[in-house]
């Protein structure tokens, strides 16, 4: 969705700049619900307050509820041919493809300080290799991201 977000509100309808789309990408990671619905809701009541941010969401999110639900329906009935079973599973592949370039594209722009490389990586392994919630890492992130940017002549400077 990050390309797709970035194209129409960033480029095309220049509604919010890249730096914002991509604070809210991180902030929509971190909020109950889809990282398109978050950020419609984000820019919708950015640009016309309340009733922006419903209208907003209702709109990102009525068109893929009425999609799926015919597509349910009608999938239901074919679930049990194999070259359905195989077409889901092509899918999966895609949607990793899918999933690893959005994380590629996230780091180009993020992984700028050898701050962010060193919190990536140690989180990454943590997450990982520990049974730490990763809830729990992704609020240690943001408190040391805070001290190092916002403190005094930076806590960890």
Known sequence: MLPMLKYELV???????EDSLLE???????????????TATFVGFKRK???G?????????????????????ILQNFMDYAVVQHGLVGIRGA??????NTVI??????????VTWVLCVGMFLLAVFSPIP????????AVIGVLYNKLPGGMLR
């Not at 209208?55 to 999609?67: H, Q, R």
């Not at 949607?95 to 690893?100: F, G, N």
Request: charged letters at 10%; aromatic letters at 8%.
């Open 134 to 141: 990763t809830i729990l890492l992704v609020i240690g992130s």
């Open 105 to 114: 594209n996230l780091g180009k722009k993020s992984l700028n300080k050898a």
């Open 49 to 51: 307050g309340f009733w």
């Open 11 to 17: 480029e095309k309808k220049k509604w919010i700049d």
């Open 53 to 73: 941010g419903i209208f907003a969401t209702l709109g990102m999110v009525t068109p893929s509820l009425v999609i799926i639900t015919v597509i349910a329906l």
């Open 95 to 100: 949607v990793c493809a899918l999933m690893l």
């Open 24 to 38: 809210c990408y991180a902030i929509g990671q971190c909020t109950p619900g889809i990282i398109a619905v978050n």
